[in-house]
């Protein structure tokens, strides 16, 4: 079966520092992967997704960047964060091809301080 | 543009009670799936229903996608029911976008 993981759970920051999010899949070849903000109280804002290894779809930013170095990882990253980066970071990822059912994984909740 | 709505944004329900919620989704958006949001922040899978009828225990959800909406009901509410309910569908180029949510309180 197919397993998603996020780390870290947790993390608190300060402003201007970097971050790297990282999101692994198990069990699956050549997903669809993607990841999420969530500010509290609020919806899903797709960020960046990938449909293969190298490449990358931003949606939204600015200060963040994400990377696709291998079939199954999927890197989140900044070099200075601020403030409006505080949030909850969810990955996901489809099948792709036959189903675009997505699954997530636990998530990663970040305040920049 | 590419959208998903949902209504209503928020709803309190008595437990024991039922109740549909929606997801309307615009042209270009297709492959509806429905979440629940727990209180800890995890999205769980509730329904991949791209057309028809599905019904797992007390939930069922149909997608009428010729009519762009999709219905999710809950009957004999429990308090577990309790969080944020997201809809979401692909559009093209395999991007995956999510309706705003509504949020459920199931009261004892």
């Known amino acids: 079966s197919q397993t998603i993981h996020q780390w870290p759970a947790t993390l608190v920051q300060p402003v201007g520092s970097p971050l790297s999010l990282e999101c692994t899949v198990e069990?699956?070849?050549?997903?669809?992967l993607y990841w999420y903000r969530q500010a509290a109280g609020r919806g899903l804002q797709l960020l960046f997704y990938?449909?293969?290894?190298?490449?990358i779809s931003s949606e939204v930013p600015q200060n963040l960047s994400a990377s696709r170095p291998q079939d199954r990882q999927f890197i989140l990253s900044s070099k200075k964060l601020l403030l409006s980066d505080s949030g909850f970071y969810l990955c996901a990822w489809t099948p792709g091809t036959y189903s675009y059912e997505q699954y997530f994984g636990p998530g990663t909740r970040l305040t920049v301080t | 543009g590419i959208q998903v709505e949902q209504s209503p944004p928020d709803l309190i329900l008595q437990e024991g009670a039922n109740s549909t919620l929606r997801c309307n989704f615009s042209?270009?958006?297709?492959?509806l799936q429905w979440f629940h949001q727990n209180p800890w922040g995890q999205l769980i899978n509730l329904f991949y229903i791209p057309s028809g009828t599905k019904q797992n225990g007390r939930l069922s959800a149909t997608t009428v996608a010729t009519e762009r909406y999709s219905l999710l009901y809950i009957s004999s509410s429990q308090t577990t029911d309790s969080g944020v309910y997201f809809c979401?569908?692909?559009?093209?180029?395999?991007?995956?976008?999510f309706g705003p949510g509504t949020s459920l309180s199931v009261i004892p």
């Open positions: 042209d270009s958006v297709n492959n």
């Open positions: 069990g699956t070849s050549n997903p669809n």
């Open positions: 990938s449909v293969g290894i190298g490449q």
């Open positions: 979401a569908g692909k559009t093209s180029y395999d991007k995956v976008i």
